[in-house]
């Protein structure tokens, strides 16, 4: 029987958690340092612990006879927790920090992906404003700016017209809005279609796809509205028709882990590929996390009905091939519920009431919540993820929003709308 470490505290987390803690093979799960959600599960204890400080992180690995570390988050990865857990002998779950640069800097991955003809936009990578800003006379808008760096997922703006897209460089490169991140910059072309989220657990040379999944990263109905981590999300995703399935598969995953491994840094962890699909089913790649997302990560789990530990230790081993994984067929769908104000100002401290529920097939994860005096209460953004199942996607929507609509704290914004791209005649 395992026990088990993951690394984090939002909602990606509470369901990597909750899903290991199920597995026939795991004892014990710990959480570093976890939310008020996972405080509340079986077989689940939050830690304190630095997890910063890969020495401690060892030191409670060893105290506690961790068999598998999960990393939920990215910095960690890119700061290398891998490497020094593997020195140490720890199984740990992930990429090396060489490897998680595909995340770790956009330039990296667009230098990659150009290198090895995996489908992409097209893009010019600049630190200086004058020469972005004379890139911009020759591109037709609208047009994508990123930080190169972790921005914690606000390092990108779509700007419209000439003007948002120089007062974004200037931002960037000039006023430091994003710090070492937004040192240097990408200005690629924006392109058309409908984005998907392509996860796999890879071993290096081989990977299984995780079930497809669809996130709204704006905040408002429609898609519109600032950029956030993401308002919700729903597995499976028609729109990876199996043609699609066939192409992402063989010309983007295969040939990255190929390209990983021929440049001597091959790729072990959740590889996720965010794709734009276009009008004729042709996909490319938008970006790459080293991790898996938040928060496709909670109706994928919600279907997931292998053991998690066992795919991760398969991975780690390079086992991959001999391993299957099965599925629970039904829709998932997960509605984020978020403090009003997120991504910008936001309070925080506010009690939430209305989370209990004991409906098999609803489970709400927690992100940014904390305890309190007895009182689960607010305390990032992104405060929860409301997932229903069921036998079709219109009905597990409607499931998710009858259990957030039970759930307030006073100041809660969601959107109404999750998953309307699939359920539109």
Same mark, same amino acid.
Not at 143 to 158: N, S, T, W
């Given at each position: 029987?395992?026990?088990?470490?993951?690394?984090? =505290?939002?909602?990606?987390?509470?369901?990597? %958690?909750?899903?290991?803690?199920?597995? =026939?093979?795991?004892?014990?799960?710990?959480?570093?340092?976890?939310?008020?959600?996972?405080?509340?599960?079986?077989?689940? *204890? +939050?830690?304190?612990?630095?997890?910063?400080?890969?020495? &401690?992180?060892?030191? @409670?690995?060893?105290?506690?006879?961790?068999?598998?570390?999960?990393?939920?988050?990215?910095?960690?990865?890119?700061?290398?927790?891998?490497?020094? !857990? =593997?020195?140490?002998?720890?199984?740990?779950?992930?990429?090396? &920090?060489?490897?998680?640069? #595909?995340?770790?800097?956009?330039?990296? /991955?667009?230098?990659?992906?150009?290198?090895?003809?995996?489908?992409?936009?097209?893009?010019?990578?600049?630190?200086?404003?004058?020469?972005?800003?004379?890139? #911009?006379?020759?591109?037709?808008?609208?047009?994508?700016?990123?930080?190169?760096?972790?921005?914690?997922?606000?390092?990108?703006?779509?700007?419209?017209?000439?003007?948002?897209?120089?007062?974004?460089?200037?931002? $960037?490169? /000039?006023?430091?809005?994003?710090?070492?991140?937004?040192?240097?910059?990408?200005?690629?072309?924006?392109?058309?279609?409908?984005?998907?989220?392509?996860?796999?657990?890879?071993?290096?040379? +081989?990977?299984?796809? $995780?079930?497809?999944?669809?996130?709204?990263?704006?905040?408002?109905?429609?898609?519109?509205?600032?950029?956030?981590?993401?308002?919700?999300?729903?597995?499976?995703?028609?729109?990876?028709?199996?043609?699609?399935?066939?192409?992402? /598969?063989?010309?983007?995953?295969?040939?990255? !882990?190929?390209? $990983?491994?021929?440049?001597?840094?091959? @790729?072990?962890?959740?590889?996720?590929?965010?794709?734009?699909?276009?009008?004729?089913?042709?996909?490319?790649?938008? *970006?790459?996390?080293?991790?898996?997302?938040?928060?496709?990560?909670?109706?994928?789990?919600?279907?997931?009905?292998?053991?998690?530990?066992? #795919?991760? #230790?398969?991975?780690?081993?390079?086992?991959?091939?001999?391993?299957?994984?099965?599925?629970?067929?039904? @829709? /998932? !769908?997960?509605?984020? $519920? %978020?403090?009003?104000?997120?991504?910008?100002?936001?309070?925080?401290?506010?009690?939430?009431?209305?989370?209990?529920?004991?409906?098999?097939?609803?489970?709400?994860?927690?992100?940014?919540?904390?305890?309190?005096?007895?009182?689960?209460?607010?305390?990032?953004?992104?405060?929860?993820?409301?997932?229903? !199942?069921?036998?079709?996607? +219109?009905?597990?929507?409607?499931?998710?929003?009858?259990?957030?609509?039970?759930?307030?704290?006073? =100041?809660?914004?969601?959107?109404?709308?999750?998953?309307?791209? &699939?359920?539109?005649?």
């Amino acid at each position: 029987m395992n026990r088990v470490l993951v690394i984090g =505290s939002g909602g990606r987390e509470h369901a990597l %958690a909750w899903r290991l803690a199920q597995s =026939s093979t795991v004892e014990k799960t710990f959480v570093a340092p976890g939310n008020a959600g996972t405080a509340l599960e079986q077989k689940i *204890e +939050n830690v304190v612990l630095d997890v910063a400080d890969f020495s &401690a992180v060892i030191a @409670f690995c060893q105290i506690h006879h961790i068999d598998l570390v999960v990393v939920g988050p990215e910095q960690p990865l890119v700061d290398g927790v891998v490497d020094a !857990l =593997s020195a140490a002998g720890i199984a740990c779950f992930g990429p090396t &920090a060489k490897a998680a640069q #595909l995340e770790g800097s956009k330039a990296f /991955a667009k230098d990659f992906l150009e290198r090895h003809q995996i489908p992409t936009a097209a893009y010019g990578e600049f630190t200086e404003v004058e020469s972005a800003n004379t890139y #911009l006379k020759t591109q037709n808008y609208p047009i994508v700016i990123k930080a190169d760096g972790l921005a914690a997922g606000k390092g990108v703006v779509i700007a419209e017209n000439k003007k948002q897209a120089e007062e974004a460089i200037a931002d $960037m490169l /000039a006023d430091n809005k994003f710090g070492d991140a937004g040192s240097r910059i990408i200005i690629e072309e924006f392109l058309v279609g409908e984005e998907a989220s392509y996860i796999v657990i890879a071993d290096g040379k +081989n990977f299984i796809p $995780m079930a497809t999944s669809q996130d709204h990263k704006a905040r408002d109905n429609g898609d519109i509205g600032p950029n956030t981590g993401g308002m919700g999300a729903y597995s499976p995703a028609p729109v990876v028709t199996p043609e699609v399935d066939q192409q992402v /598969a063989n010309e983007i995953i295969q040939a990255t !882990l190929d390209g $990983m491994a021929k440049d001597g840094m091959p @790729f072990t962890g959740f590889l996720y590929a965010g794709l734009m699909i276009d009008a004729h089913g042709k996909a490319k790649v938008l *970006e790459f996390n080293v991790r898996f997302g938040d928060p496709e990560t909670q109706p994928i789990m919600m279907r997931l009905n292998s053991n998690l530990d066992q #795919l991760c #230790l398969a991975a780690i081993k390079g086992e991959l091939k001999q391993t299957a994984v099965t599925w629970d067929t039904r @829709f /998932a !769908l997960g509605v984020v $519920m %978020a403090e009003e104000g997120y991504p910008f100002s936001y309070a925080k401290g506010n009690k939430i009431n209305g989370l209990d529920q004991n409906d098999p097939n609803v489970k709400v994860f927690h992100a940014g919540t904390a305890n309190k005096d007895g009182f689960i209460v607010t305390s990032g953004g992104r405060v929860l993820c409301v997932c229903a !199942l069921d036998d079709r996607l +219109n009905l597990a929507q409607q499931k998710a929003y009858q259990i957030v609509q039970e759930i307030n704290w006073g =100041s809660e914004y969601y959107r109404t709308d999750i998953g309307f791209k &699939a359920l539109t005649p």
